[in-house]
């Protein structure tokens, strides 16, 4: 058996907190998850009797894959027990929001403006066809839709 890459020593203080997690409260299930995974890969200080369990055993203990396993000693080895138990906040949104103040603005006032020549009033379908023209970008009538709802 290959020697473990990323060894996890938990303090007395942080084996309680697990230990907390994983018996009372109300945690996230990957929270109480991760936190018997560590309780798992512990590492007694040595003279103790404990078994040094395999990355394999302890996946099938937690009902998880053997990369969980790892990825949680190697968050824990560089980050920490922070790192291992809170998610990491996103810097960035995914996609950039196409509708901004100005866009906003543009749409209200086209829905206040005359609709095309030939037609009556405004649908969605028009805003969506003339957005391009009058916004400079092209909107989905759903789009739209979402921010002439929020008028009032």
Known sequence: ??????KVLLTQA???????ITKKGNHP????????????????????????RTDAAIAEACRCETKL?????????????DRVLTRR???????????T???????IAMAC???????SRW????YEEHSKKYIGIQLSDTTIRAVLKKLP
């Open 1 to 6: 058996m290959r020697e473990k890459q990323y």
């Open 101 to 107: 103040g100005e866009v906003e603005a543009k749409i």
């Open 113 to 119: 403006g005359q609709p095309p020549a030939g037609h």
């Open 123 to 126: 649908t969605l379908r028009l």
């Open 69 to 81: 396993v790892y990825t949680v000693s190697k968050q824990y080895v560089e980050g920490g027990l």
């Open 89 to 99: 906040k996103r810097e960035t949104p995914p996609v950039p929001p196409k509708v």
């Open 29 to 52: 299930a990957q929270q109480i998850i991760r936190a018997t995974i560590l309780l798992l890969l512990d590492q007694k200080p040595e003279g103790t009797k404990e078994t040094i």
């Open 14 to 20: 942080e084996r309680d907190l697990l230990s907390l």
